[in-house]
Nanobody, 116 residues
Framework: QVQLVESGGGLVQPGGSLRLSCTSS????????MGWYRQAPGNQRELVAG??????DYADSVKGRFTISRDGAKNTVYLQMNSLKPEDTAVYYC???????????WGQGTQVTVSS
């Protein structure tokens, strides 16, 4: 069972920045996909940024503002969020995937609130 521990959420003003961290109990090379999702009240969970076998993709709404990165030595995946907007307010979840057999794991979620 993979444990994912998230941190870095909080309250920030519009235009501000936050960096989310997701530390895994396993080496990141064990996963073929890693990503960040978010869920706002009343909405479905959506992919914000993800990397699959080295290829990275972003939701259109965050392109140019958010960046996903990783530090293998720390088994940690980051989400740098700049130019935050009120519509970015949501609970953000870290997700990793293994294959053979397929397994998927989620972090506990961290709240991001963008408000003046």
């Amino acid at each position: 069972q993979v444990q994912l521990v998230e941190s870095g959420g909080g309250l920030v003003q519009p235009g501000g920045s936050l960096r989310l961290s997701c530390t895994s109990s396993e080496n990141l090379f064990n996963f073929y996909a890693m990503g960040w999702y978010r869920q706002a009240p009343g909405n479905q969970r959506e992919l914000v940024a993800g990397t699959i076998s080295g290829n990275t993709d972003y939701a259109d709404s965050v392109k140019g503002r958010f960046t996903i990165s990783r530090d293998g030595a720390k088994n940690t995946v980051y989400l740098q969020m700049n130019s935050l907007k009120p519509e970015d307010t949501a609970v953000y979840y870290c997700n990793v995937k293994k294959r053979f057999p397929f397994q998927e794991f989620w972090g506990q979620g961290t709240q991001v609130t963008v408000s003046s």
